[in-house]
Each structure stands twice: as structure tokens, then as C-alpha cells.
């Protein structure tokens, strides 16, 4: 057993195997977790049980640390398989749902968030991040509301202060309806931090400041944004070398590449973690490294953009931090990290080959390379003191039948796979396949008349 066991409010016991992520990566045959305060108390094997409030039996299945998810747009789940934008390049995708996503308020960023963040849990996620750098002038406290959202459903929430400051008319993409001056974005970076940014083992919502991309704010902000978050001491995040015409645009403009530019704006710290890196050279991989900065690798959204193949296998061995993301719901369309976290498996093994890349490796993303990213080290593993957030995954049925040896690569090779139980701070946000939370089916109304009226405005534009 690892760890002592008391008397405890919850125990998920016999399961199969337990994966801790620990730090020798223990897996327990016939495990069990033991929780109480949203904590967990005890991980240990049958037979060592404590007596429990509650117990939860997690026969034939695995048990996993949370999965989290560390880049995503949730309010694009308003606009998903957006017939105008679904050819073209990534410019072309912008500039064709720019116009529609300035409609975004604070009830189109609730609403979203909330559908969202259930989503994700239904996909075993239990922390996310989210990048929401469109902020239309009349659309109100969009991460408020957001963070509302976030706080009804228990779930664990990363949301990122984004922005746009550099719009068509100053030589980037984004039209002058969604940018911002400096100024304002300054203050309200500072504002949320402030009001929202919790501290300390468990905290349940942290703000990270995230300018969107090199072509859409100007390197003054970049560099002042790196500034506060130093004051702040929060975290930064960006979209970085994700696409070939990002590298003409950055050469054109700044006069290097993209990951020079973020270096000359102060971003080439342990504070940031980046989106998509899909181009980076071998001495900016080294760089990354050095620096201790993360990256998000988005598996679906680079297949359904064609950016390419993010070179994860590089990372991992250069000793960057890479955890996995959905990206956004107008790019992958669908939210679910075991998908994400399958994807990344097969892409490694479609660039590298076969011994590219192992269940357990992509799993391991999932979790603590996703709480490396967020700056986290009380959540991405099972051990005693860590938080109590976990996925049991049913390991049954006509899928699974004859997958009897490694249940890990069971997990990501075969499926789909659905949460049995997702549990953020010891409460079920997924209990027995179905979510926890009542109104679904109501907020699934409010959600389409939203998406509806968007619909509409745009094919009257």
C-alpha cells in the first residue's frame, strides 16, 4: 500500500489495475483510491481496503488519473462544422468565422462553457484550460461568465485571458468588431487575475494571459503581457508556429521566425506553454527545452486543418513538457480527451513509425504533461495528498473482447471508450456513465437557439 489508510469518504476498490502516474509510475492489479476532502488519502491493492463512507466497485475496469485537456475553445462549439469555413486554409477559417464569433456575450460564453465543460467530462477530462481570445465590445465579462459555468458543474478550470489587438487594418487577420487596445486588455488581464486566480493545493480556477497568435496582437503586448504575468506570477499561453503561412507572416513582418519572436518578447520562460508547435526547427526544439516551456499537441485539429505532424516524439526526448489538447470545437468539432489522447498515440507512430510512441507515453501527456503545462503538481497523478480527480474506464464488452494482456494499450488501442465514473475533487461528474448535473437537456435548448440565431445572422450577412 502506498500511503496510510484511514477511514475515508470514498473508495473506488477492485478495480483491475489502478495507473498512479506516480513517481515511479506504479500500476496496482486489483487497486483501489481512496479519497476524502477531495483529496486522496490512500492508493493501494485488495485486500487493504479501508473502511469507507461510500464504496464504489471499479470491477473490470482501469483506473486512471483525470485527463486534462491544456488548449480549447469552447465557445466555438456555437458554430461546429460551419459549412463556409470548412475548406481552405487556416487563414481562411478565421476569416470566414471572425464575422460570426463577434455575436459572442456573456450568455453565448456561459451557455457554451457549460455544454462544453460537460462535454469534456463525458470524454474523462477533468481539468481544462481555454483559450477565449475573442472579446467583442459589447460582449460583456466573458470569462465571468465562463468561470460560472465552470463553478455550477465542479469542474476544474484553467481559462485563459486572450486577445486580439493587431485587426485587418493594421496589417493581421482579425476584423476591428473583436480586437482591443493594449490598454484594455492590460487592465482586464489585471482585473481577472484579481478576481478570480485561486492559490495552493486544489485550487479550482486559475487565470492564465493568453494573446492569441504572432498575427493577430502586436509585440509590444506580447511583451507587456509577459511583464504582468512576472507581476502576477500566473501563467502565459499562445498559438505558436502552427501553420506554414504563420512562418511567412512572422519572416515578413518581425523579421524571424516564429519561436525567435516569442523569444524576443520575453516568452521564452517556464511560465508558457504554446499551442500546436507543429514547425519547429531541431535547434528551436532544443530551445523549448532549455527554456521549460510546454506545448499543447492537438492531434484531431492538425489531421481536420492539415497543418502536419507535430514532432512529439522530439519533444518528449529533448525533455520538453507536452500535454494534449482538443483545440477548438469550429476545428475538431468533437471535445473528448481519450480521442485527443488516441490520436496522439497513432499520429507519433504515423510519423516515427511503430516504436514512435506507447500507450502508456501518450497516457502520460494526458496527464502529467498536461499538469506540467498548467504549472500544476497536485493533479495529472494518484497519490496520497494529490487531488482526487480520476476516470474509471470500463474495460468491457464486445470491444475489449480478447484484449486480455496490457490493459493500458487496451485503453487507447481499442473502443470507443466512454468514463464509467469522472471524479474532480472527489465528486462524480460522470457517475455510471451519465452526468451527474441536472438541466442538461435544458441548456441543450438555450445552446441551439444561440447557434441558431448566429446561423442565421451570418447567412443574411
Given at each position: 500500500m502506498i500511503g496510510t489508510a484511514p477511514t475515508v469518504d470514498l473508495l473506488i476498490a477492485n478495480a483491475d489495475l489502478v495507473v498512479t502516474m506516480d513517481g515511479d509510475r506504479s500500476e496496482i492489479p486489483g487497486g483501489w483510491v481512496g479519497i476524502s476532502n477531495g483529496f486522496i488519502t490512500a492508493v493501494g491493492q485488495s485486500g487493504e481496503e479501508p473502511d469507507a463512507a461510500r464504496v464504489v466497485d471499479a470491477n473490470g475496469c482501469l483506473i486512471t488519473p483525470g485527463l486534462i485537456n491544456t488548449h480549447h475553445h469552447i465557445y466555438q462549439n456555437l458554430t461546429r462544422a460551419f459549412a463556409p469555413a470548412l475548406s481552405g486554409s487556416l487563414f481562411h477559417w478565421l476569416r470566414t468565422l471572425y464575422p460570426v464569433w463577434s455575436?459572442?456575450?456573456?450568455?453565448?460564453?456561459?451557455?457554451?462553457?457549460?455544454?462544453?465543460?460537460?462535454?469534456?467530462?463525458?470524454?474523462?477530462?477533468?481539468?481544462?484550460?481555454?483559450?477565449?481570445?475573442?472579446?467583442?465590445?459589447?460582449?460583456?465579462?466573458?470569462?465571468?461568465?465562463?468561470?460560472?459555468?465552470?463553478?455550477?458543474?465542479?469542474?476544474?478550470?484553467?481559462?485563459?485571458?486572450?486577445?486580439?489587438?493587431?485587426?485587418?487594418?493594421?496589417?493581421?487577420?482579425?476584423?476591428?468588431?473583436?480586437?482591443?487596445?493594449?490598454?484594455?486588455?492590460?487592465?482586464?488581464?489585471?482585473?481577472?487575475?484579481?478576481?478570480?486566480?485561486?492559490?495552493?493545493?486544489?485550487?479550482?480556477?486559475?487565470?492564465?494571459?493568453?494573446?492569441?497568435?504572432?498575427?493577430?496582437?502586436?509585440?509590444?503586448?506580447?511583451?507587456?503581457?509577459?511583464?504582468?504575468?512576472?507581476?502576477?506570477?500566473?501563467?502565459?499561453?499562445?498559438?505558436?508556429?502552427?501553420?506554414?503561412?504563420?512562418?511567412?507572416?512572422?519572416?515578413?513582418?518581425?523579421?524571424?521566425?516564429?519561436?525567435?519572436?516569442?523569444?524576443?518578447?520575453?516568452?521564452?520562460?517556464e511560465r508558457t506553454w504554446v499551442a500546436h508547435c507543429v514547425f519547429p526547427s531541431e535547434s528551436e526544439i532544443t530551445k523549448l527545452a532549455n527554456w521549460g516551456t510546454?506545448?499543447?499537441?492537438?492531434?484531431?485539429?492538425?489531421?481536420?486543418?492539415?497543418?502536419?505532424?507535430?514532432?512529439?516524439?522530439?519533444?518528449?526526448?529533448?525533455?520538453?513538457?507536452?500535454?494534449?489538447?482538443?483545440?477548438?470545437?469550429?476545428?475538431?468539432?468533437?471535445?473528448?480527451?481519450?480521442?485527443?489522447?488516441?490520436?496522439?498515440?497513432?499520429?507519433?507512430?504515423?510519423?516515427?513509425?511503430?516504436?514512435?510512441?506507447?500507450?502508456?507515453?501518450?497516457?502520460?501527456?494526458?496527464?502529467?504533461?498536461?499538469?506540467?503545462?498548467?504549472?500544476?503538481?497536485d493533479i495529472g497523478s494518484l497519490a496520497p495528498g494529490k487531488a482526487a480527480d480520476l476516470v474509471v474506464w470500463p474495460l468491457q464488452g464486445v470491444a475489449f473482447a480478447g484484449a486480455l494482456t496490457d490493459p493500458v494499450e487496451a485503453l487507447l488501442r481499442c473502443g470507443p471508450v466512454a468514463p464509467r465514473h469522472t471524479i474532480v475533487q472527489g465528486k462524480f461528474l460522470v457517475e455510471n456513465g451519465m452526468l451527474a448535473t441536472s438541466g442538461v437537456e435544458e441548456m441543450l435548448l438555450r445552446h441551439r437557439g444561440i447557434a441558431q440565431e448566429w446561423l442565421t445572422a451570418a447567412e443574411s450577412a
Open positions: 455575436r459572442l456575450d456573456e450568455e453565448a460564453a456561459y451557455v457554451s462553457a457549460w455544454i462544453g465543460l460537460c462535454e469534456l467530462a463525458l470524454g474523462g477530462c477533468t481539468t481544462t484550460t481555454d483559450h477565449l481570445y475573442v472579446h467583442p465590445r459589447t460582449g460583456g465579462d466573458l470569462i465571468t461568465a465562463e468561470i460560472t459555468a465552470a463553478t455550477e458543474l465542479g469542474f476544474r478550470f484553467h481559462p485563459t485571458r486572450g486577445s486580439m489587438s493587431l485587426s485587418e487594418k493594421d496589417g493581421g487577420l482579425p476584423p476591428d468588431s473583436v480586437v482591443q487596445t493594449d490598454e484594455e486588455i492590460l487592465a482586464d488581464s489585471e482585473r481577472l487575475v484579481g478576481l478570480h486566480h485561486s492559490r495552493g493545493p486544489g485550487a479550482m480556477v486559475q487565470i492564465a494571459l493568453a494573446p492569441c497568435s504572432p498575427f493577430s496582437v502586436t509585440p509590444e503586448l506580447m511583451e507587456s503581457t509577459a511583464e504582468l504575468a512576472e507581476r502576477l506570477d500566473v501563467r502565459l499561453h499562445t498559438h505558436i508556429a502552427e501553420d506554414q503561412a504563420e512562418d511567412t507572416f512572422c519572416e515578413e513582418v518581425f523579421g524571424c521566425r516564429p519561436l525567435e519572436h516569442l523569444e524576443r518578447v520575453g516568452w521564452g520562460s510546454g506545448v499543447a499537441h492537438c492531434p484531431s485539429s492538425n489531421q481536420l486543418i492539415g497543418a502536419g505532424l507535430a514532432p512529439v516524439r522530439e519533444f518528449r526526448d529533448a525533455g520538453v513538457n507536452v500535454g494534449i489538447g482538443c483545440d477548438g470545437s469550429a476545428s475538431t468539432d468533437c471535445a473528448s480527451l481519450w480521442l485527443e489522447t488516441r490520436g496522439a498515440l497513432l499520429l507519433a507512430r504515423l510519423r516515427g513509425g511503430p516504436e514512435a510512441m506507447l500507450a502508456r507515453e501518450a497516457l502520460e501527456m494526458a496527464t502529467l504533461g498536461g499538469a506540467a503545462c498548467l504549472g500544476r503538481d
